[in-house]
């Protein structure tokens, strides 16, 4: 199914005759029909939603009528945050009843995990437990268990007895109690984006790879009335192409903020902040856990904190930790900090060998709030924005997609298409700055 998926990556010196090959067909004359920009988890399942809808309304393989392409900037799909992150299916614990994180990672822990299992992706549904310390963090995943079970979110939560977490996992303190989230699991993140990639190219998708977005402009009396020029440079050689499409979808992540600078007046220019994670690796065998364990999120962390995570042959990592720094390309792993994050894992797996831990890879989350204004919960939330932008036509604006995007890549795939095509209005994110 996926053996075309090496053969028709094309660079941006191809684009201008690819377009020509399409020109004229697509809507409103417009070389494409569809432009996602990011070709990471999300920018991939946005794009298979996009192709697979298109080759449904119009099925037969002669026709070029619709069209996707996604443009990544890089030389291959996946290679910052998608590939950089816990590689954890969340169940949807964290983000507050009524927000669009929750929405989607529920809607997208279903459809993940049904993906996985009908074409084949290595993934375990592990479980995980919220361990406690003291008597305040014992209270904050009441708070959790509470909204779980009375908000009717679909997020099973149950309590782990102390008993029963000692014979379980004999090496894990929870000293404040212990709340177990089943649907919680592991997935191949790279085997994820591999389908999800075979699959837009088995719908007519075309990827164009090295291809880096350095101009937008809206076309037509009213903005993007008349689709849209996207100017691409060839990172290799540096030549530049111009196409037209009559939507564009901004999915790029780390660069999403350049993105929607380009096409709003300076006065709606926003910015992007970056939280590094550095994730550690486990030589020993000992201790040995089996399911998945995270302390606590402190108020304001800007993430959920330093956890222990298995791989799908059953090997412990951990992190990430919260180091904020000014480049998403600052992907060093910062060895410093593993001081730090050993004393907060022995804080609930105190057996820990020391000596066995190493850096092993960082990763970075676009944040929409800068240090001090970022909580995982409460009124320092700050949700995905994912919206049509007023004032604009055929442009869905995806800005600060962190975890759980991974997750919820499925869930938002179809959300795009259905701003795009549903035959309801599709609710998304308030205007930015509202």
């Known amino acids: 199914m996926f053996a075309r998926t090496a053969q028709r990556q094309f660079q941006s010196p191809h684009l201008r005759s690819l377009a020509r090959s399409f020109s004229g067909t697509a809507p409103a004359g417009t070389d494409f029909t569809h432009v996602v920009i990011g070709g990471g988890a999300v920018g991939l399942a946005i794009a298979r939603a996009l192709a697979s809808h ?75 437990w919220v361990v ?15 909204v779980c079970r009375t908000a ?31 649907e919680t699991g592991i997935v191949d993140s790279h085997a994820l984006m591999t389908a999800l990639l075979g699959q837009f190219e088995e719908s007519g998708g075309v990827l164009a790879v090295n291809s880096a977005v350095v101009g937008v402009e809206a076309l037509g009396s009213r903005a993007g009335g008349d689709g849209w020029r996207i100017t691409v440079r060839d990172a290799a050689t540096g030549s530049e ?19 929607h600078n380009m096409i709003v007046p300076p006065d ?54 919260v180091e904020w720094v000014e480049s998403p390309s600052d992907l060093a792993v910062n060895a410093a900090r593993l001081p730090a994050a050993i004393a907060e894992i022995k804080k609930y797996l105190p057996s820990i060998d020391e000596s066995a831990l190493t850096p092993d890879y960082a990763g970075i989350r676009p944040k929409l709030a800068p240090a001090g204004a970022v909580a995982t919960g409460g009124g320092g939330f700050v949700d995905f924005h994912i919206r049509k932008e007023d004032g604009f036509e055929g442009w869905v604006n995806l800005l600060g997609i962190e975890s759980p995007g991974l997750t919820s890549c499925l869930a938002i795939g179809e959300m795009v298409r259905d701003m795009l095509y549903g035959s309801g209005k599709v609710e998304g994110s308030a205007a930015l700055g509202t």
């Open 54 to 128: 298109s080759h449904s309304s119009s099925p037969s393989s002669n026709s070029n009528s619709n069209s996707t392409l996604l443009l990544e900037r890089h030389p291959h799909t996946g290679t910052e945050t998608s590939s950089r992150n816990s590689e954890v299916i969340h169940a949807g614990l964290y983000y507050g009843p009524h927000s669009l994180k929750t929405r989607l990672c529920i809607r997208g822990r279903s459809a993940l995990y049904s993906f996985c299992a009908r074409y084949g992706v290595p993934h375990a549904r592990v479980g995980k």
């Open 132 to 146: 406690a310390q003291d008597e305040a963090q014992g209270e904050a995943l009441a708070g959790i268990h509470e």
């Open 152 to 182: 009717g979110l679909g997020v099973p939560t149950r309590w782990v007895g102390r008993e029963e977490a000692r014979r379980l996992e004999p090496e894990v303190r929870a000293l404040g109690g212990v709340l177990e989230s089943p």
């Open 241 to 259: 192409s111009s196409i037209t499409t009559s939507t564009i979808i901004n999915s790029a992540g780390l660069g999403a903020a350049d993105i």
């Open 268 to 321: 709606k220019h926003v910015r992007l902040y970056y939280a590094k994670g550095n994730y550690f690796s486990y030589a020993s065998s000992t201790p040995k856990v089996r399911r998945l364990i995270y302390p606590v999120t402190a108020p304001g962390a800007g993430g959920l904190g330093t956890h222990l995570t298995l791989d799908l042959a059953g090997r412990m990592r951990f992190g990430p930790d």
